[in-house]
DNA sequence: AGATTATGTCAGTACTATTGACGTAATTTC
DNA sequence: GAAATTACGTCAATAGTACTGACATAATCT
């Protein structure tokens, strides 16, 4: 059943699929504030975790200073996201998102919600059991254990790691 | 439970990270061999779908003509694919992995598939109720209704639509 | 005071992708 | 059989996203 070689090709090529839909609804509306896939990653994770620095936003995106630099000032430039000195170190650049801001973030991620909703229904249907959380498990799984850490915030779980203030 | 505004964007984050990580894996050998994301997709398509012509690549991957072209050149020039003119259309080239093509295709999609089978187990467990099925109808039901005609080959399914010849 | 940290910026480069235009060979249509 | 269409290849120009390396500034830590 679709598995050559001990591979599963299958859930590979789904998965490319997936993300390619998926990531095609907020492509679209971008487009109108000229706009990339980099702004959206930008806009998104300083609105989940507003007041995140410069260098946090950098660790979860896994990318360089260099490359988040063009974007984040587009951003600010357009008056989508707001950086404020951080209070206990000033050298911190504290990132929050405007009301406008909020606006877009929410926006992008409406199409990508209501997909994913319609993507759990057509798989689980029926079967009431876990719903949801088996997805989520599975694509939690699916992140390097390492920067598991990265995604647990905002939900209630706080899995073990000492979060300080927050 | 971490939706807010109605908005599911702990699993919008967790695709996003998912999706990366996925991804990580096979950019590290690529880079080996002076190769891209681009060529891996289409060294992976032509290994699935053996004979495919460039128009059918074309439609699959959502790219255009020009951004094939060096890349598929470079597969051609390494001698991971080659292009045998169509036997019925002869102003067709159908692409087909080389016996190294498929070495490395097979080498790029082992730690994919991996990480795959890890973290279904991971997610699932005992619940051994559909198991791969779950997830696969649900990544399945995340791509466009139009485009999900591109994921079943290879697989027992041909859901509808007249294949004409195969 | 000196080292380190957080951030910003500049220069240069690479990869992947785009649109538009043009050419060639093969097939289909009238 | 001539004309239109199709499949493919290629050239030129451009854009978005990423990279490395280097350097500057201000703030904090030792």
Partial sequence: MSVEDGIDFALIELLFFA?????SDPDQILADYGFGRAHHRVLHFVNRRPGLTVAELLD?????KQSLARVLKQ??????VVQL??????????????????A???ALA???SRRIHAALHAALGD????????VER???????????????VGSAKMSGKSHGEH
């Fill in 19 to 23: 993300y390619r839909d998926f990531t």
């Fill in 60 to 64: 979860v995106l896994k990318i360089t």
């Fill in 75 to 80: 951003l600010i430039d357009t008056d989508h």
């Fill in 85 to 102: 000195q951080g209070p206990r170190d000033r050298r911190q650049r504290e990132l929050y998102p405007t009301a406008k801001g909020r």
């Fill in 104 to 106: 877009l973030a929410l």
């Fill in 110 to 112: 409406r199409p990508q």
């Fill in 127 to 134: 079967s009431g059991i876990t719903e949801r959380t088996l």
């Fill in 138 to 152: 599975f694509l939690e799984a699916m992140v390097n254990p390492e920067l598991r850490a990265q995604i647990d």
